[in-house]
């Protein structure tokens, strides 16, 4: 019962710091990010199983976190909002060529960012970008004019 | 009929910008968002501020000391202690609580199960059962003494206990047990 609500717990309070973590340019997790996800989940996982290790505890842990993972996948695919404030909405940095400096300043986002994803398409100038938008997984897709 | 899982194009079936790329954005969600992130992190930046203070146990407000009126028993706890996790009862006692050559120390039943007594040190020379809580007699000579109750709590909220030294009014307090 104890783990049970752990794990559900575990599982929001997870989510909860990684989606209030500001979203970080480029989709490819880097060692900077793992150290992270392992800390975090690390811990988790003390509060989670409790001083019961028993393989039954474990097994009943990680299939509440798959009900979890299932029940939010399926509230995400009915509504829109649980999907944005579960994952984000993508955001545009450049608009019609201009620069939205409130968005890449609350993003944290770099010009170099931005530079790295239109030299991807194969732009090399700033001012041939007509549209930047970071994505939910902090991919940046650019449109070029 | 399709055999398409979406019948509608993509770029339909989220907001566009300017009428021209379909990106589904959500700016007015995005900065509610942002405001939102904010408000958290200064609450958590506030749980760690109280938790290296002790307001969650194991620090300086979590410390408590409570003494009999003249000095014959003083007892530190942790007022605020943690599920599955140690704590101490540290009880010290002076000449005044030496009757016949022995310390007498009631406690009660809640120290030994919401708060789960583990062991009591040193070993007392008797100990009885019965009047809510457990009676220890101590074998004493002169001078400051001390006895230390392991506790590791079990089930978070808050435990009153009640702790009693021959002669002297009884000790009351409460340990907070935090998830």
Same mark, same amino acid.
């Given at each position: 019962?104890?783990?049970?609500? #752990? ?14 973590l500001r979203r970080r340019a480029g989709a490819q997790m880097t060692?900077f990010e793992? !150290?992270l ?31 979890? #993972? ?6 995400? $695919?009915?509504? +829109? ?11 545009? !940095? %450049?608009?019609?060529?201009? &620069? ?7 993003t944290g986002l770099?010009?170099?960012d ?20 970071v994505?939910?997984n902090g ?7 | ?9 993509? =770029?339909?079936?989220? $907001? ?16 509610? &968002?942002?405001?939102?992130? #904010? ?6 930046? =506030?749980?760690? %501020? ?9 620090? &300086? ?19 605020? =202690? ?34 789960? @007594? ?37 089930? +978070?909220? @808050? ?14 307090? $409460? ?5």
């Amino acid at each position: 019962m104890a783990t049970v609500l #752990h794990a559900v717990l575990g599982y929001f309070l997870l989510l909860f710091t990684v989606r209030i973590l500001r979203r970080r340019a480029g989709a490819q997790m880097t060692m900077f990010e793992f !150290v992270l996800i392992f800390l975090i989940g690390g811990i988790i996982i003390i509060s989670t199983v409790g001083n019961d290790r028993s393989v039954t505890n474990c097994t009943c842990a990680v299939i509440v976190v798959g009900f979890m #993972h299932r029940a939010l996948a399926y509230a995400k $695919s009915k509504s +829109p909002r649980v999907g944005a404030i579960v994952d984000g909405s993508p955001v545009m !940095v %450049i608009r019609k060529g201009e &620069w939205q400096q409130e968005i890449i300043y609350r993003t944290g986002l770099r010009r170099e960012d931005i530079e790295a994803a239109a030299r991807g398409i194969g732009v090399t100038r700033i001012e041939d970008i007509d549209y930047a938008v970071v994505e939910r997984n902090g991919h940046i897709s650019v449109i070029k004019k | 009929m399709s055999n398409l899982p979406f019948e509608s194009e993509v =770029a339909d079936s989220v $907001s566009k910008a300017e009428n021209k790329v379909a990106v589904g954005e959500d700016l007015e969600f995005q900065r509610k &968002w942002w405001r939102f992130e #904010h408000i958290a992190w200064s609450i958590l930046l =506030a749980i760690v %501020i109280v938790d290296l203070l002790g307001g969650f146990g194991r620090g &300086w407000l979590a410390r408590a000391q409570k003494s009999t009126p003249d000095q014959a028993m003083t007892l530190h706890y942790e007022r605020i =202690a943690r599920a599955s996790t140690p704590s101490v009862m540290t009880f010290q006692f002076t000449d005044k609580a030496i009757h016949n050559g022995r310390i007498t120390l009631y406690v009660s039943d809640s120290v030994v199960k919401p708060l789960g @007594a583990l062991r009591i040190a040193p070993q007392p020379a008797l100990s009885s059962i019965g009047d809510g809580g457990i009676t220890y007699v101590f074998d004493a000579g002169k001078g400051p003494s001390t006895v230390q109750i392991q506790l590791q709590p079990s089930f +978070p909220g @808050a435990h009153p206990f009640t702790v009693h030294v021959e002669g002297e009014p009884p000790v009351h307090g $409460s340990v907070f047990v935090m998830p």
